[in-house]
């Protein structure tokens, strides 16, 4: 049996607020898609998407990737190996 990681109580609020932050863009998404000339929302929308940017390397940065397929870079050893993975917690 694999052995359980102890995760800080900040990986489940960093989590949190970049869950958060995405959360927004998918709001934003359906809403351009249907305003596509709304500047305003347009402005929230890359400034959202430059939050989530900034909340996923530093999130990456301190606990590993939560992306695959190249998407997210692993530092040594490969660190998917461990668990869990972020649609775990």
Known sequence: ???ENKLPES???????LQAVDFTLVELTLY???HPDDLEALKQFNSAAKKSAELRAAFEARYGPLR?????????PWQWSK???????
């Not at 695959?68 to 040594?76: D, K, L, R």
């Not at 668990?83 to 917690?89: K, M």
């Open 11 to 17: 990986y489940y609020t960093d989590l949190q607020a």
């Open 1 to 3: 049996m694999a052995k």
């Open 83 to 89: 668990a869990p993975w972020p649609w775990q917690v």
């Open 68 to 76: 695959e397929f190249g998407h997210s870079y692993s530092s040594y």
């Open 32 to 34: 351009l898609d249907t």
